[in-house]
């Protein structure tokens, strides 16, 4: 049977309440959750507190391949974070409750902003394998969303206005930090579509996407999204194109290819965000 209200909040603050016994009542201003492949701005962090996934009541475990499956607690750029070292998906036979339960988590410690990033297949023409996509606006094709169900009326509303789920303050500081940094054209801005996955999207089904309006498609990222929007959160989300899925670019692709393609990018996507979280 579907977790009533009082049965979720219960096992979120269980959660909680765990991470901060074990952290010495750490309290984090900003959540970063890291995709696949994108593991690199874990170095970035001064770790004062690693959580294995397992560790931590009712948190469900990765088992996506390049997800480390950590909870950091530590300090970036000089701001205290808490760093999702992997994510869960939809796709590997979780509710979308599960798949949002540590964004739920990090609020109730205490983040005030999200920072996510996610690899992504690129549908502009225009984009280039491993450039780096902020995220502006979304379209959500995933079968169902985290706030279906019993709403939890102490993280927030009912009926959540989704206008600007990407924050326009965050999105300018990126695209200004990319200048200064010298990343020019390798950032971009676009439209996410989010899909189930786990398969990769068909020749027809790409253009299709590219008719209504996306310009990167990938399998996570929206659920988070909606869950902290509800929450208040404002939310920062980056994509890093790992394969081309334009009609004049598309070909085949496999996991060591995306994998290879976010390596490439990381170096950019890590300045990038440390620089913005610096600059809260």
Wanted: hydrophobic share 45%; aromatic share 6%.
């Amino acid at each position: 049977m579907p977790q009533t209200a009082a049965e979720q909040l219960t096992q979120l603050r269980a959660a909680a309440a765990y991470i901060q016994q074990q952290a010495a009542a750490f309290q984090p201003e900003f959540g970063i959750i890291l995709g696949t492949g994108l593991g690199a701005l874990a170095k970035e962090v001064q770790v004062e507190h690693a959580l294995s996934y397992a560790d931590i009541p009712h948190f469900p475990v990765s088992t996506v391949e390049s997800h480390a499956g950590r909870l950091l607690l530590g300090t970036l750029g000089g701001r205290r974070v808490a760093v999702l070292q992997g994510r869960f998906h939809y796709y590997e036979g979780y509710t979308m409750q599960q798949v949002v339960f540590p964004v739920r988590v990090l609020k109730l410690l205490g983040i005030s902003k999200l920072f996510v990033s996610n690899a992504a297949g690129g549908l502009h023409p225009e984009f280039r394998i491993s450039d780096l996509m902020l995220i502006d606006d979304h379209i959500n094709l995933q079968p169902t969303n985290p706030l279906v169900g019993p709403n939890l009326d102490e993280l927030g509303p009912r009926f959540p206005d989704m206008f600007a789920p990407y924050d326009a303050g965050l999105l300018a500081q990126a695209e200004a930090a990319a200048a200064d940094l010298g990343f020019g054209p390798r950032v971009r801005r676009g439209v996410y579509a989010s899909l189930p996955g786990p398969m990769l999207e068909t020749p027809a089904e790409y253009r299709y996407l590219r008719t209504i309006g996306s310009d990167a498609v990938g399998m996570s990222t929206v659920p988070e999204v909606i869950a902290a929007r509800h929450m208040g959160l404002p939310v920062l989300a980056v994509s890093v194109i790992t394969d081309l899925a334009s009609p004049e670019h598309l070909k085949p692709v496999d996991i060591q290819h995306i994998l290879a393609a976010a390596a490439d990018a990381e170096p950019r996507l890590t300045a990038l965000l440390k620089r913005v979280v610096e600059q809260q």
